[in-house]
T-cell receptor, first 114, second 114 residues
Framework: GAVVSQHPSWVICKSGTSVKIECRSLDFQATTMFWYRQFPKQSLMLMATSNEGSKATYEQGVEKDKFLINHASLTLSTLTVTSAHPEDSSFYIC??????????FGPGTRLLVL | AQSVTQPDIHITVSEGASLELRCNYSYGATPYLFWYVQSPGQGLQLLLKYFSGDTLVQGIKGFEAEFKRSQSSFNLRKPSVHWSDAAEYFCAASLMDSSYKLIFGSGTRLLVRP
């Protein structure tokens, strides 16, 4: 079946640095991808919708200048956490819909900002 | 506002016992409904989904869910729980449009007693 990958699976960085997370759809094209954030023992919160060929759409309360999203191709979306701080430490998950009723999730990227 | 509610944060059942996880939704119209499972260190896996038609849907791993329009509910059930079912379960909903956006419930953590 369809697979969505994320890289890296985990990352530790110093406060103030930027971190890039990649999300790839491996055997289908995705004009839309989603980025979620999950805090420990909490649900997935949609951060933004990544659109190939156009700007990302951010959910209310999500800083677009902090979380830069680039949908470079039909199989790749990247999330860059700029000037990361400890409060940005979280589990970031991407997803890509193959059809409206079929959405595939990546395995997630755990970010720890020291 | 659209929302998905899972009223039970934790549920503990004995292995072999039956299970029901509750999910209620609040939407202007009946959305697409999903149940996902998240095991430690793994990505979200789709258990089952409901779009229309038969209100009792069968999923993987012996799970089923029943859609009840009058109660705005989509409860997940399993007749006999296995120790490997211990995980976090998320109910999610999506509008029947091309946005593909999923809204997740807060999740229910299932613990299985030997």
């Amino acid at each position: 079946g369809a697979v969505v990958s994320q890289h890296p699976s985990w990352v530790i960085c110093k406060s103030g640095t930027s971190v890039k997370i990649e999300c790839r759809s491996l055997d289908f094209q995705a004009t839309t991808m989603f980025w979620y954030r999950q805090f420990p023992k909490q649900s997935l919160m949609l951060m933004a919708t990544s659109n190939e060929g156009s700007k990302a759409t951010y959910e209310q309360g999500v800083e677009k200048d902090k979380f830069l999203i680039n949908h470079a191709s039909l199989t790749l979306s990247t999330l860059t956490v700029t000037s990361a701080h400890p409060e940005d430490s979280s589990f970031y998950i991407c997803s890509a819909p193959e059809r409206v009723e079929t959405q595939y999730f990546g395995p997630g990227t755990r970010l720890l900002v020291l | 506002a659209q929302s998905v509610t899972q009223p039970d944060i934790h549920i503990t059942v004995s292995e072999g016992a039956s299970l029901e996880l509750r999910c209620n939704y609040s939407y202007g119209a009946t959305p697409y409904l999903f149940w996902y499972v998240q095991s430690p260190g793994q990505g979200l896996q789709l258990l089952l989904k409901y779009f229309s038609g038969d209100t009792l849907v069968q999923g993987i791993k012996g799970f089923e869910a029943e859609f009840k329009r009058s109660q705005s509910s989509f409860n997940l059930r399993k007749p006999s729980v296995h120790w490997s079912d211990a995980a976090e379960y998320f109910c999610a909903a999506s509008l029947m449009d091309s946005s593909y956006k999923l809204i997740f419930g807060s999740g229910t953590r299932l613990l299985v007693r030997p």
